[in-house]
């Protein structure tokens, strides 16, 4: 609540008592208004000089960052902020002399940026999961200088689970490109639903989807709508699919032309079912051969890896599917499955068979073929060698991965 006092020439006094919003009173407590937004009012320096090892933390935000220093034997050095600025970044972190410098922050829509900026004036730098760090996320008492204090202490103590990024630029401008074009593939289906699903709400049933979209079945099932808005609503989504669609083929030729520089993409190709849009896609979300010490990390980071969890000796739940991890390797290794069962007798298939006899069960054995392909083109790039049936034609044996119990989803 606000008292306001005015007073009258005639000498009245009248009370004015009102409630403030809830931005009122946040303003009021804190202290901060337009001058917190500023990023030069969150600037403070950080200068010191250590003689051993610094673990630098970096809590980003899209405005300011909070920068946090701790000692090798876990002496808290102190903090400084700036603007979320590339030249404010570097001259924060140059601050900090020492015979070693090693910096972490948590991953976000700002990591690739980040390493970029900050990778050559570290000695070391590891960008970590935010989901692992339930200290920080959960803690009573949550504000950016103790956050940076917990990410460093927690570095130092090597409980902080990495999250891969490439050191090479040709490797991270692969990745966004097949990142940019799996977002514009997935409008291009958007779209396309929400057509199909147009023509139904006025009456009119697509009975061949293949030829709904295309110029000349646009000539068929045009004149079929109602004159009027429903017509032009669907000329309108026509001209959004024609503009999607070349922009996707726009993203497929970027994302051709950089993978012309990595060899192992001719490679991947050989394997049935294997086209050259997945060849792509493995390549970058991947990333990198040596970056999966066993093939076994390879399937949890793929969606594709078995929970474990017990207490007490009993198990929690059933087995599932890990949900954590690149959704986008699980789905390529689906459509390689899918293609090489459904064109034609080849290695993949047989192995597919030969899972269904072993185990009993389509779901496992698909699940099973998936985890092979993956592992084939892994080991196809590890060591450097040309694809042969070989791989496949081998009996297929039990693994530890393997399900006793149906996943709850795959």
Not at 99 to 121: A, I, N
Not at 267 to 277: E, H, N, Y
Not at 317 to 337: A, E, F, T, V
Not at 352 to 364: A, I, L
């Amino acid at each position: 609540w606000s008292v306001t006092c005015f007073k009258s020439k005639a000498g009245e006094v009248t009370l004015v008592i009102a409630m403030r919003s809830q931005a009122q009173r946040r303003k009021a407590v804190s202290g901060r208004g337009r001058a917190a937004r500023d990023p030069k009012a969150s600037v403070k320096t950080l200068v010191l000089e250590e003689a051993t090892p610094v673990y630098l933390a970096l809590d980003v935000h899209a405005r300011h960052c909070v920068l946090g220093a701790m000692a090798e034997d876990g002496r808290w050095l102190g903090e400084g902020s700036c603007p979320t600025q590339a030249e404010a970044l570097l001259q924060l972190v140059q601050g900090v002399r020492a015979p070693q410098k090693r910096l972490t922050f948590e991953e976000g829509s700002m990591s690739l940026w980040l390493c970029d900026v900050l990778r050559p004036v570290v000695d070391e730098l590891l960008v970590c999961d935010p989901r692992e760090n339930a200290l920080i996320g959960r803690s009573a008492k949550k504000r950016d200088e103790w956050d940076v204090r917990s990410l460093c202490r927690l570095y130092r103590l090597g409980e902080l689970k990495a999250v891969w990024h490439s050191p090479e630029v040709h490797r991270r401008e692969l990745q966004l490109a097949a990142e940019h074009y799996v977002e514009l593939r997935g409008k291009v289906v958007r779209c396309k639903n929400t057509l199909k699903a147009w023509y139904r709400r006025s009456g009119v049933m697509v009975s061949d989807t293949s030829t709904v979209y295309s110029q000349r079945g646009r000539q068929r099932w045009l004149p079929q709508l109602p004159e009027g808005i429903r017509r032009l609503s669907a000329l309108g989504r026509y001209a959004v699919l024609d503009s999607l669609v070349a922009a996707q083929q726009q993203a497929w030729q970027q994302l051709k032309s950089l993978g012309a520089q990595c060899p192992e993409i001719a490679r991947f190709t050989s394997m049935p079912g294997v086209g050259p849009i997945c060849a792509h896609l493995f390549s970058a979300f991947a990333g990198s051969p040596k970056r999966f010490a066993t093939k076994q990390q390879l399937w949890r980071y793929s969606k594709l890896g078995i929970t474990d969890r017990s207490s007490d000796g009993k198990p929690l739940g059933y087995q599932r599917l890990d949900r954590c991890g690149n959704s986008q390797l699980k789905d390529l290794s689906y459509q390689i499955w899918k293609g090489a069962i459904t064109h034609g007798d080849n290695e993949v298939k047989d192995f597919y068979q030969q899972s269904v006899e072993r185990t009993g069960d389509k779901r496992h054995a698909r699940l099973n073929t998936q985890r092979k392909v993956l592992a084939t083109l892994w080991s196809l790039w590890r060591r450097e060698e040309p694809y042969s049936a070989e791989k496949f034609v081998s009996q297929a044996t039990p693994t530890k991965d393997s399900l006793t119990t149906p996943p709850a989803g795959a």
